[in-house]
Nanobody
Framework: QVQLVESGGGLVPPGGSLRLSCAAS??????????MAWFRQAPGKEREFVAL???????DYAGLVKGRFTISRDNAKNMVYLQMNSLKPEDTSVYYC???????????????WGQGTQVTVSS
């Protein structure tokens, strides 16, 4: 089992920045080479892929966030981060951290999920 806890969400004006963190515990992400990802879900919409990072550091981004968001991980600390810059109102969502066994953009391919953290972009 892997437990994931997100933090760092909040209210930010358009153009601002936030850094989300995801702390992993239990079966460590380092020992089992888990792929870590961020998804988001806005009210009334399906959960959508944001970014992922493999154990070796390879990344993939959704087109809507590429160039604005950066995913990173610290395997020694069992942490994953999402640096979000140039935020837009349409980035407003609950952001979820997820862990899985292979690189995928599909939520169903991830076995472990955090509880989510709210990001609101508004003036």
């Amino acid at each position: 089992q892997v437990q994931l806890v997100e933090s760092g969400g909040g209210l930010v004006p358009p153009g601002g920045s936030l850094r989300l963190s995801c702390a992993a515990s239990g079966r460590t992400v380092t020992n089992y080479e888990l792929v870590m990802a961020w998804f988001r879900q806005a009210p009334g919409k399906e959960r959508e892929f944001v970014a992922l990072i493999s154990w070796s550091g390879g990344t993939d981004y959704a087109g809507l966030v590429k160039g604005r968001f950066t995913i990173s991980r610290d395997n020694a600390k069992n942490m994953v981060y999402l640096q979000m810059n140039s935020l837009k109102p349409e980035d407003t969502s609950v952001y979820y951290c997820a862990a899985g066994g292979w690189r995928s953009r599909r939520p169903d391919d991830y076995n472990y999920w955090g509880q989510g953290t709210q990001v609101t972009v508004s003036s």
